[in-house]
C-alpha cells in the first residue's frame, strides 16, 4: 500500500502546489461570478411615475413591492491582459413567485470593466497576493413586475454601474464582494402587463414614460463565488 501511495504523491504534489498559486492576472482568462447570496433594495423616482400615470397606480405599483428582497445574479466576463473584461451580467430577484400576488425584476447587460491594480503592477508577472479590483459599466434591459391584483410593470433600458473586489484563493477559485446599481431608464409602464402583450394590445394598457428622466434605481450588493479558467 506505502509502495502505491507514495508515487501518487509525488505526481499529485506538484498539480496541488500550482492550482495553490495566484493567478497570473497579465495572462487574462475567463471568470465566472456566481453571484448567490445577495439582496436588492429598489428606489423608484415617484414624481416621474405620478407624472405619466395616475398617482393612485403609481402608489400602489410602488407599495407592492417588498423591500430589499433576496437576489441572485451570474456574471461571465473574459478579462484581457489583466487591464480589461468584457462580458455580460444577469441579475434575478422576486418573491411569492407561485403565489397570485408575486413580483420581482430581472435585468441583463453587457458590460466593461477596468481593474486599476493592473495598471500598479504593469511590469510585474504576477502580483503578490490573490487580490484584484474592479468597476464597471453595462447597458442592457430590464423588467420590473407585481402582480397585485393586476400586473402592473414596467420594462426598457437600464444602465448599469458597478464595482467587485475578488479575493483568490488559489488560480481557479475566489470569493468576491459586489456591488452593482441599475439605473432605470424604462420607457413604458403597463397598466396590464397581459392585456398590452395581446395582438392588438387592448386599449389603455401601457403608457409612455420618459426615459431621459431615470425611473429610479434597483442595487444589487452580497457575496459571489468566481471560478477563474486561465494561467
Not at 456566481?34 to 433594495?41: D, K
Not at 461571465?76 to 418573491?95: H, M, P
Request: net charge negative.
Amino acid at each position: 500500500m506505502r509502495a502505491f501511495f507514495l508515487p501518487l504523491m509525488v505526481a499529485v504534489a506538484p498539480l496541488t502546489a500550482n492550482a495553490l498559486e495566484v493567478p497570473r492576472f497579465k495572462s487574462g482568462g475567463f471568470n465566472i461570478g456566481l453571484q448567490l447570496l445577495g439582496t436588492a433594495p429598489e428606489h423608484f423616482d415617484g414624481q416621474n411615475l405620478d407624472a405619466h400615470v395616475s398617482p393612485l397606480i403609481s402608489g400602489a405599483f410602488q407599495s407592492s413591492f417588498q423591500s430589499a428582497p433576496y437576489a441572485v445574479g451570474l456574471r461571465l466576463s473574459y478579462n484581457i491582459l489583466g487591464f480589461v473584461s468584457l462580458g455580460a451580467d444577469v441579475t434575478a430577484t422576486g418573491w411569492s413567485i407561485f403565489d397570485s400576488r408575486r413580483g420581482g425584476a430581472g435585468f441583463a447587460v453587457g458590460m466593461l470593466a477596468i481593474h486599476p491594480l493592473q495598471f500598479v503592477f504593469i511590469n510585474k508577472e504576477e502580483r503578490p497576493f490573490g487580490l484584484d479590483f474592479s468597476t464597471h459599466v453595462g447597458v442592457g434591459y430590464g423588467i420590473i413586475g407585481v402582480s397585485d391584483p393586476v400586473a402592473l410593470g414596467m420594462d426598457g433600458l437600464v444602465v448599469q454601474w458597478g464595482l467587485t473586489v475578488d479575493y483568490f484563493f488559489t488560480k481557479y477559485f475566489g470569493v468576491e464582494f459586489f456591488a452593482k446599481c441599475n439605473f432605470l431608464e424604462m420607457n413604458k409602464f403597463y397598466f396590464d402587463w397581459d392585456s398590452a402583450h395581446r395582438n392588438p394590445p387592448g386599449p389603455g394598457s401601457s403608457a409612455n414614460i420618459d426615459p431621459r428622466r431615470p425611473g429610479g434605481t434597483w442595487w444589487h450588493t452580497g457575496l459571489a463565488i468566481v471560478l477563474r479558467i486561465g494561467d
